[in-house]
């Protein structure tokens, strides 16, 4: 049963693949797919160049990217040039990057567009850095250090042909762990530590063959993705479909499109699966999957049983760590399955419960923390010899696990001695969000600590003490979201008066859901969705700035009586009937006014004709403010676009919807020409126009006046709560819209949305749509991503 003959170098399985099913599909994502000649001959290139820029054997290559078939081609090409690859979250926060830069020693960095940013911030002060980027050959920047194409390595020949030379037993990966020392710990693996858990367990006890058809909609960087879908996919010849990130509807989609006989998941996964199954009008139709894994965290038995009801395939429970290159324990498709265990010992690994304190072997039925040892197991932890030895004690691995073993040596998790945290199959260590509050002023203590939770199994909550002066909760949040990902960010924080310790200063983190606090704050778990826009009163207004200011021009027709108005204030006022009055006033010689007012009329409604006026008008003033723009003799200008009762404050709502349309447009084009447009509403009092002055003195962006009122717009943070049954979360599987998708500030956005948050569909709106070269680019980048993209020209 035991597939000895996978156990060989993989560039050695990839040349016999390549040779014997050279035209069979390896890996395919939504753009693209390859087949295992290409697949042999691409990473063969890649780690030819690799070499060449200077990856030595045993150098580490840090790979982060999104799903696709690059990583994969990534991780392959890492160990064809002698290297160790090192997959890292894309959804990471900045600090993150840089701790796994730092700590790994990487040398190279394998990236796409959508992450390249991030990666930018890692080249000031690492000169040795060499950054690969998938897709087209990236812009380079000065001192931004030397950007590589992807795509140029692939598709030539290098100077030398890949080593092909690292040894079964060499360390060729590490993936980061969250563990006992808070900071992520690198897991260094061999060949043959990840080859032995496909030839002893994924091969002869899951089945995985060459006949298999793999759906994976899992990050890659994760360590059941690497050994399972990477190595195991690669090892035996099967196939892989690689989703870029998992949302039910595209994983009940592709089973419906197409044929897949296997699928891995977590159990959080397989729970939104059901619930987007049961919201189907019909039942899911006949699958071609004969079965399905769960693995990462433990199964409920409920989810197992309906799963099993509703899809008609069996799910099986696996059990296993980073630390041991796979599984530890898993339920076989075919025989005995005990409900809530997660099955027997992977043959050829062999499992003590020994007990925590006194490392003696417990009693069976008894509950007793989990060790392992076998061919299977890590190097070590990178860089920390004492992390390895008190991990390993003996040749066994200590897993941190608490479970008990019956009768037939069936498994079931029980709880944990570690402090760790998993949330949706994510590692938490509470240490590494500590350290980030500890760090917020006004903390004097913290602590944090997991607490059940429906669907994601677990999620941390902090319990903090406050200083004497008491510390605020929106910079605590704030703190977290930047120096953390976001799954570490906690769920609620409560105030408590002191953390409960032992006498050597741990802390009994069990003893703190049993004290009294108080709740400061919750997340909703939807963390940038937690703020609303308001129209705030500016405090006060300042003129002085307008004294030296005494030129100014009204332009169009002075409906709204500003010439006078602006007179009365002892400003110097100049009208002119339009635009084009004003240019030609420029090119006589007449100097450029220090503010120019553009006043829309308030009558563009002819006939009622509604939205034929609204598209006119709305034409009509991008054309002016485009032409504004490349102006050179108004650049020191400010331009002031008026318009009436355009925008809803407090209880009020639009009241004029032409003006609307143009405060739209505006919005969207200060973020094409920032600093270069104000844009102010009034209503129907007399006196705003008078006011004007002093609000155009703010600076503000964008006004409102309202009753002699300036009001601007502010970010508001509201509560998580549900009303009405409504979450006031921005839920990212619906469609995003994103205005100004043509600026550098919607493009980043949206890229954001896709690659951290995982957004799914957009709408990227701007003024020429797609015969914007920088929003078709925008588009394709997105697409490449996994997003759906739909794109819209407005104005």
Known sequence: MFRTELIRPLSDLLR??????????????????????ELERRTRRLGGHLADLGLQPGDRALIHLGNGVEIVESYLAVTRAGGVAVPFNPHCADAELAYAADDSGARVVITDPAHLEQVRTLLPGRPYLRVVVTGDAPEPRPGSGALVSYDDLVGRDPAQPARDDQGLDEAAFMLYTSGTTGKPKGVLSTQRSCLWSVAACYAPVVGLSEDDTVLWPLPLHHSLAHVLCVIGVTATGATARLLDGFSADEVLHALDEDTYTFMAGVPTMYHHLLEAARSRPAPPGATTLTRCLTAGSNCPTPLRAEFETVFGIPLLDGYGSTETCGLITVNWPHGTRIPGSCGLPVPGVTVRLVDPDTAEDVAQGAEGEVWVRGPNLMLGYHNQPEATAQAMPGGWYRTGDLARRDAFGYLTITGRVKELIIRGSENIHPGEVEQVLLKVPGVFDAAVVGTPHDVLGEVPIAFVVPAKDGFDPEQLYDACRAQLSGFKVP????????????????????????RPARLRAASGGQHEALLRMDWAPL???????????????????????LTAALTATGLQVTPHTDAAALHTALADGEPAPDVAVLCLPDDLDPGGRLARAAHTATDEVRDILQTWAGDDRLAPCRLVVLTRNAVA???????????????????S???????????????????????????VATDEPQLAVRSASVLAPRLKRVSATINSGIAQGVDLQRTVVVTGAAGPLGAALARHLVAAYGARHLLLIGPRGRGDDTTARLEGELTALGARVAVAACA
């Open 16 to 37: 016999d693949h390549a040779e014997r099913i050279p035209g069979k599909v390896a890996f395919q994502d939504h753009r693209r797919t390859v087949t295992y000649a």
């Open 491 to 514: 769920e609620a924080v409560y105030e408590i008066d002191h953390i409960p310790r032992t006498s050597s200063g741990k802390i009994t983190r069990h003893v703190l859901r049993e």
């Open 539 to 561: 405090p006060s207004l300042r003129t002085a700035g307008l004294q030296a200011a005494a030129r100014w021009a009204v332009v169009g027709p002075d409906r709204f009586g």
């Open 649 to 667: 404050v407090g209880e009020e709502g639009v009241r004029d919807l032409l003006h609307a349309p143009v405060w739209g447009l505006l919005r």
């Open 669 to 695: 084009l200060q973020v094409a020409h920032p600093h270069r447009f104000t844009l102010v509403d009034i209503d129907a009092d007399d006196t705003a126009p008078g006011v004007l002055p002093s609000a």
